[in-house]
């Protein structure tokens, strides 16, 4: 049968379904295809049939008032719906970061997914915060973010991504006005009821402004171990101690922390520290009286002990440090050269390695470039001393003082063993800087470990009772507690280098004399400067579980309680810590090696009524674990913000970089995996709230705007305003200078006719009784004219151009003194005036 005259059937085409109805929503929201001809209406769940209208059949059943009511009602992004949802994840409490222990029987896995109430609006919250997350922890720009959404729904498909929209603008606004807040919020709580070490220190950013970085470390209920988080990040200019201090208060008044929870204060040694510390004393004895004021264990042992080693190469030999920058800065940015250099290093079948830095201010670093440099030793002299003279440009370099100087360190007979030694001896201090490098509490350590370092240094340079007695003994580097100079001992590789044949015996003798030198200088730095000669400092071995049972631990725990500036009764304490000495305890964990772990067995111990069976200990040992061993907390963190802050992004503000190290902090707590952290109603609400707070935030940034424009054309117009008024008083002052230079003119001209009158009157007088006396009535006539002449000239002795002239002076002077004085009134509260106006006083001089 024919099948001609008959209308073929229009086919659904799936693009249909990712065109926008009406509202500007996809219509694959609401419809689905269900066969060839016909798709169905989620929302108003019928059949809509597309065979003999296509496309336009759909459209037309999206403007139906039915369809209209039930997109508004069922699609509104606030309404819930039952759906699947991720599976809940752990919190820390639950599964802290770091913890070890497993459980006995593996617990079943967990699904995937949950059922439960889907809100759409805060799904896709959910989805952004999780990314904005992922950006940070990651580092990630904000600008990465551009066009993300369309790139997942590429991946991904637009169901999955539903209305994920981030730009560099939203997700700016979501880390400083959501994430930053609501992690640095957490911290707060999670240290609110803790003893805690204030850490801090600064350095200079990529800004070119000091950047003051302070931290807290406490006891963490929430992941039960020590933590270390950011707290807070300052940017200034100079850093004094009372400006620091602010700062520091500032921090602390932000996150809710009183000062009498504060334990120390943790920073390295310059003066300006140790005076922040006294003043933070000070803070802390005004507000709290009964306070003992902050526990002083010294400053950064770390950089003591980096100071020593400085120290003590500098004694010993600076060779080793200037020839190894020499070397590396000779090659820096000269291709030409590195090529030539690897040629050789592949001619004498050496492996081809970069040269490394030795950075000057972490002296410690010398091991590896020192270890390179002697890898490569015949190579450098092959380049130093024979290729490059031979070269044609060798005269150019000689002029170079880099150049001479690694040739001379190249001939010195003992570098070799100067590089090696400083090696060797770097290898003793970086044992011990390695071990306090770890956010783990150390302070247990920390006394028996540099008092083990001082004994070996002095081991090498001294006889054996006095090493056993190094703290008590009051010189034990006197010569007659030294052993002979022949008898030191400097190393395994340095004493094969001492013996090359090249080496004479005064050679020798001379670098054993300075290897004494280094150990004796090092040893004196330790015991000076360290941990050591604080009185408090090698109590806090009650921590370690090794020592725990010993007599002399319990007198030990005593001193740290009553050390430690809690409120606890002592007797009480030590009551519960003899208890704990009878116990078998849980070992230290192998694995993590934390002692923090070990306690944080100790103090989930309950009793028969379920409580903690040792409150005191757990209070006390808490706060002790807090107490910071050294700085690297804080120079790690200049390393992560480091990382934030790079010369590519020097416009970031303070806020910005805050949000961005909270966030950071934030998501240590669920082992820096963003789908661990729990979205909470108060997280979800945040995030729809950012974009507002951003708003307000941009207002008030606007209004300051504002206002400092405002000031400052107040003051412009302020210094335009006194200039002119110092133009027209200058005028006045000059006018008046006229008028009385003219008043004093006239006051001479008056003189002289004054005295030319009483001259006349004089003579007049005299010719008058001349002729009266000669009878000479011609002679009288003359006399009398002069007389009545000089008369004449008295009668007029004030002119009245000078009279005039006078008054006008006067009203000028008054004049001048009230409009001075007037604008002085009115600019004594402007700072900007008084700062301009101070000299007003040293030229107004009438």
């Avoid at 229009?10 to 249909?16: F, K, L, P, Q």
């Avoid at 922040?276 to 902050?294: C, D, F, Q």
């Avoid at 706060?623 to 010369?647: K, Q």
Wanted: glycine share 4%.
């Amino acid at each position: 049968m024919s099948n001609f005259g008959k209308k073929s059937k229009t086919s659904v085409n799936e693009d249909w379904l990712d065109k926008e109805d009406q509202d500007g929503r996809k219509i694959r929201t609401w419809c689905k295809k269900t066969s060839q001809s016909a798709v169905f209406c989620n929302v108003c769940s019928c059949s809509i049939d597309c065979a003999g209208k296509g496309f336009q059949a759909i459209t037309q059943h999206s403007v139906t008032g039915k369809h209209v009511r039930n997109v508004r009602d069922k699609l509104n992004s606030n309404q819930l719906r039952i759906g699947l949802l991720p599976a809940a994840q752990p919190t820390p409490a639950a599964a802290p970061a770091g913890a070890s222990a497993a459980p006995a029987v593996a617990p079943a896995a967990a699904p995937n997914v949950r059922l439960g109430c889907l809100n759409f609006q805060e799904a896709t919250t959910r989805k952004e915060l999780l990314w904005v997350m992922k950006c940070v922890i990651s580092n990630y720009s904000a600008k990465s973010c551009d066009g993300v959404s369309d790139v997942f729904e590429a991946m991904f498909g637009s169901e999955s991504v539903g209305n994920f929209t981030l730009g560099r603008i939203k997700v700016a606004y979501l880390q400083t006005d959501c994430l930053g807040p609501y992690f640095h919020g957490m911290i707060a709580s999670d240290a609110a009821d803790a003893h805690f070490t204030l850490c801090f220190d600064e350095t200079t950013n990529e800004k070119g402004l000091k950047e003051l970085r302070i931290m807290i470390r406490y006891w963490s209920n929430t992941l039960e171990e020590v933590t270390c988080p950011h707290l807070h990040t300052f940017f200034l200019g100079h850093a004094f101690a009372v400006t620091i201090l602010d700062f520091l208060l500032k921090a602390l008044k932000n996150a809710n922390l009183p000062l009498c929870k504060l334990i120390m204060q943790g920073c390295d040694g310059p003066n300006v520290n140790k005076s922040v510390i006294k003043k933070m004393n000070e803070a802390i004895k005004k507000e709290y009286p009964e306070s003992t004021g902050l526990l002083d264990i010294g400053t950064c042992n770390l950089h003591v002990v980096n100071n020593a080693f400085k120290k003590a190469l500098h004694v010993l030999s600076e060779n080793v440090s200037e020839m190894l920058l020499d070397v590396y800065y000779f090659f820096d940015d000269f291709p030409s050269r590195v090529e030539d250099f690897n040629n050789i290093l592949v001619k004498l079948e050496i492996p081809v390695k970069t040269i490394l830095k030795h950075c000057p201010s972490r002296w410690l670093s010398i091991c590896d470039p020192g270890k390179r440099l002697l890898e490569q030793w015949a190579a450098y002299n092959e380049y130093f001393l024979k290729f490059l003279p031979s070269k044609n440009s060798t005269s150019d370099l000689s002029k170079l003082a880099r150049y001479t100087r690694i040739r001379s360190f190249l001939k010195d007979p003992t570098m070799t063993a100067q590089i090696t030694f400083a090696i060797e001896s770097a290898e003793l201090f970086e044992s011990f800087s390695k071990c306090f490098q770890k956010t783990d509490p150390m302070i247990h350590m920390l006394y028996p470990e540099i008092l083990r370092l001082v004994k070996i240094l002095a081991g090498r340079v001294c006889k054996k009772q006095v090493v056993e007695n190094i703290i008590s003994e009051s010189n034990p580097f006197s010569p007659d507690n030294l052993v002979f100079v022949k008898d030191i001992l400097c190393g395994d590789l340095t004493e094969k280098e001492l013996a090359k044949p090249c080496l004479n015996e005064i050679d020798v003798l001379t670098f054993r004399k300075s290897a004494q030198d280094f150990f004796i200088q090092s040893a004196k730095h330790l015991l000076d400067k360290s941990i050591l000669r604080s009185s408090i400092s090698k109590h806090f071995r009650c921590l370690d579980p090794s020592l725990l049972k010993g007599n002399a631990i319990l007198r030990s725990a005593e001193r740290v309680a009553r050390a430690l500036p809690i409120n606890v009764s002592v007797t009480r304490f030590l009551d519960e810590f003899k208890l704990l000495q009878t116990k078998d305890l849980p070992a230290l964990n192998p694995e993590t090696g934390r002692v923090d772990h070990f306690w944080r067995k100790v103090f989930q111990i309950k009793s028969v009524d379920n409580e903690a069976k040792y409150p005191l200990v757990s209070k006390v040992f808490k706060a002790a674990l807090a107490v910071s061993h050294g700085s690297s907390d804080v120079e790690r963190g200049f390393s992560e913000s480091g990382n934030v802050l790079t010369d590519d992004k020097t416009r970031m503000n303070e806020r910005t970089l805050n949000a961005k190290l909270n966030i950071k902090s934030g998501l240590n707590f669920y082992q820096n995996k963003p789908q661990l952290v729990p979205m909470s109603k108060d997280l979800l609400l945040s995030g729809r709230l950012a974009h507002s707070k951003y708003k307000e935030y941009l207002e008030a940034e606007r209004k300051k705007e504002d206002e400092a424009k405002r000031r400052k054309e107040e003051a412009e117009e302020d210094v335009r305003k006194r200039a002119e008024f110092m133009k027209s008083q200058n005028k006045m002052r000059r006018s008046i200078a006229d008028m009385e230079s003219k008043v004093k003119e006239l006051k001479r001209a008056e003189k002289e006719e004054t005295k030319a009158s009483e001259q006349l009157l004089s003579e007049g007088q005299k010719k008058l009784e001349k002729a009266l006396k000669n009878k000479d009535l011609e002679g009288a006539r003359v006399a009398f004219g002069m007389i009545s002449g000089a008369q004449n000239m008295k009668k007029i002795k004030t002119s009245d151009e000078l009279k005039s002239l006078a008054t006008k002076l006067d009203k000028k002077k008054s004049t001048l003194l009230s409009n001075f004085f007037q604008r002085e009134k009115g600019t004594a509260s402007s700072s900007v005036m008084e700062t301009q106006g101070s000299d007003i006083d040293d030229d107004f001089d009438l």
